[in-house]
């Protein structure tokens, strides 16, 4: 059976209210020998089952799997997975024909701590932030196969940069079951290439695809700039909107040239979009007020808490500079996808900003992640991508 975890005297009250994560100060004691990416039994201090879990090493000691007392085997994920492709299905996300892109598993708001799965077309793009999970990860491909009932044929492993260095794995990002040479998904009947070899994330931001369906709405006869565009999803959503011009800017090269090739894929020699391999500061200093139609979807500015007054000024800052350049009658849409910043935090910041530059600014949306990203209620945590739809005067 699995070795013990006991928590101090009162820490169980979170896990009774289901939250799934054990902080490495709650633990009183536990059995010697216990390895990172391990399954533990989480007791409370007077020795009653409460928890079963992976531990891991540093602030967030166990990631809970069940608060049932069960074996983690073959059934359990098949169960989970299931459970998660159901809830895809039965919002249509995974079942629709002009949208073979979606988020299968998203960690906690599945009740898979530690594991992110994104389906691109018949390829599924694993990712572990955990040393259990990356233990885990046949298991899970072997099962995922056979639940997914022949949607997916490749599983491509992608935890590099995600696992934590300190593990010492020595893991290389490839294919675990199957191989693809083809790279090119489809979302809402657009067509992107997906960097799953060396692409942040699993190699596209699927968590934006509401958004920018909406973009899509209000780009006609606008002239767009697209601020932090990698991949250029906004870019190409504002073209079929018929915007009268696009201007993607990223300071990656290798972003800039991708959103280049999918600009390409969807409307091949089309005059109206240009890109740009630019710093987002230095480009909208210098930027006249030619726009009419800005996003701005910077990566994360704070990663934990202790970065957070140094992100809300710098999403301040960055939306100060939006708000100088737009014109009049203008729409920002404008986003934070970190975790730390609260909605209230990030509106407080936006609204700083606009008195800063001095402008009279109405909120249209409020955005936020999508129905494949969902949130565990007993994890308001999970709740990361925030976002503003502001009219400007």
Not at 10 to 34: C, N, Q, T, Y
Not at 297 to 309: C, E, G, I, Q, Y
Not at 332 to 338: H, K, N, Q
Request: glycine share 8%; charged share 25%; with cysteine.
């Amino acid at each position: 059976m699995y070795k013990i975890v006991v928590l101090k005297r009162g820490k169980e009250e979170s896990l009774k209210r289901f939250h799934p994560w054990v902080f490495s100060g709650a633990i009183d004691r536990m059995d010697e020998g216990i390895a990172e990416g391990e399954t533990v039994r989480v007791l409370t201090h007077d020795k009653h089952f409460i928890a079963v879990g992976h531990f891991q090493i540093g602030s967030i000691a166990v990631r809970v799997l069940s608060f049932r007392d069960i074996v983690i085997d073959d059934s359990f994920w098949s169960s989970r997975l299931e459970s998660a492709l159901n809830m895809r299905m039965a919002t249509g996300i995974a079942c629709n024909p002009t949208n073979n892109t979606y988020r299968l598993v998203h960690g906690e708001g599945d009740n898979l701590p530690g594991l992110v799965i994104d389906v691109y077309g018949d390829t599924a793009v694993m990712q572990a932030h955990s040393i259990g999970m990356h233990n885990s990860r046949m298991t899970i491909a072997e099962n995922l196969i056979r639940i997914a009932g022949g949607r997916i044929s490749n599983i491509y492993y992608k935890s590099e940069t995600t696992l934590p260095f300190k593990a010492g794995l020595g893991q290389e990002d490839g294919f675990i079951y199957g191989g693809s040479d083809d790279n090119t998904a489809m979302e809402n009947g657009l067509r992107f290439h997906v960097d799953w070899l060396k692409g942040q994330k699993t190699g596209f931001f699927i968590d934006q695809r509401d958004n920018r369906s909406l973009l899509e709405h209000y780009a006609k006869n606008k002239k767009v700039l697209n601020m932090f565009c990698y991949t250029g999803g906004f870019s190409f959503y504002a073209m079929r909107g018929g915007a009268e011009l696009v201007h993607s800017v990223d300071s990656s090269a290798k972003a800039v040239e991708l959103t280049r090739h999918n600009v390409e894929l969807n409307f091949p020699g089309d005059k109206r979009h240009e890109a740009f391999c630019e710093d987002a500061f230095d480009y909208l200093q210098k930027a006249g007020d030619n726009y009419d139609l800005i996003i701005l979807d910077p990566p994360a500015f704070a990663k934990h808490r202790a970065a957070l007054h140094n992100a809300l000024k710098g999403y301040t800052r960055l939306n100060v500079k939006a708000f100088e350049k737009i014109k009049n009658g203008g729409i920002l849409f404008t986003f934070s996808c970190s975790q730390v910043v609260t909605k209230d935090h990030f509106r407080n910041a936006v609204f700083t900003a606009a008195a800063v530059a001095g402008r009279k600014v109405r909120i249209l949306h409020q955005l936020h992640q999508p129905a494949d990203h969902p949130i565990n209620i007993y994890h308001p945590e999970g709740e990361y991508l925030k976002g503003l739809v502001l009219y400007v005067d």
